[in-house]
């Protein structure tokens, strides 16, 4: 994401968050673009949505008309990102022939405690 200071940054309400699905013309509306694929004129610019924009070609647009912009990793695409990478762990990935049954999570069991019923 990237986003842009209209003031100064410390004045955070006064902060613009522009995240390049608004303006991908491979998404949806219910994905997340904001913007028309097709052409259309709008204070005196003709606008349209772009292929697949990078946070870091939206920061270098504002940056290079004056605005104090800079990009943000958000949460929820760190999380996303880790999901993505767990599966690819060596760990994940190995076969663990010889691993410690007890070291995995929901393996206990209480065998031999109580008494059985007759």
Known sequence: MA???ARSPA????FICIYPAYLNNKKTIAEGRRIPISKVMFLFLTVQAVENPTATEIQ???SAVGLNAFLEVGCKSVMLYVAEMIPKLKTRTQKTGGADPSLQQ??????GKGKKKK
């Open 106 to 111: 929901g393996e206990g069991s209480k065998k």
């Open 60 to 62: 270098d647009v504002c």
């Open 11 to 14: 004045d955070q309400d006064r």
């Open 3 to 5: 986003c842009a200071a």
